[in-house]
């Protein structure tokens, strides 16, 4: 079982910068993407950033060049800097990862979120 934890978030002014972290734990297979996700009431959830192993990054257009997504691969840990923040980037954030065996088989797991709130 794949075991996502989740740290940073918090409150913060527009123009403000938080630092988002996932540390993933357990048998996860070495072909994998990590990245973040958000949610905000009422609206699906939408993709912010991934990186897959091999250090592949993408990012939504509503973030480039303001959010930059990391990984420590050694350790499974990938980290979202999140700099001139705005209010509508408020949302609860959740972590991911999907990864796949060597058979073509693959499995996503979810973080419990952490809430990122920009205050005007």
């Known amino acids: 079982q794949v075991q996502l934890v989740e740290s940073g978030g918090g409150l913060v002014q527009a123009g403000g910068s938080l630092r988002l972290s996932c540390a993933a734990s357990?048998?996860?297979?070495?072909?994998?993407?990590m990245g973040w996700y958000r949610q905000s009431p009422g609206k699906q959830r939408d993709m912010v950033a991934t990186?897959?192993?091999?250090?592949?990054?993408n990012l939504a257009d509503s973030v480039k060049g303001r959010f930059t997504i990391s990984r420590d691969g050694a350790e499974n840990t990938v980290h979202l800097q999140m700099n001139f923040l705005k209010p509508e980037d408020t949302a609860v954030y959740y972590c991911?990862?999907?990864?796949?065996?060597?058979?073509?088989?693959?499995?996503?797991?979810w973080g419990q979120g952490t809430q990122v709130t920009v205050s005007s």
């Open positions: 991911y990862l999907h990864h796949r065996n060597a058979l073509g088989l693959s499995w996503d797991y």
């Open positions: 990186i897959t192993s091999d250090g592949t990054t």
């Open positions: 357990g048998n996860i297979f070495s072909l994998n993407a």
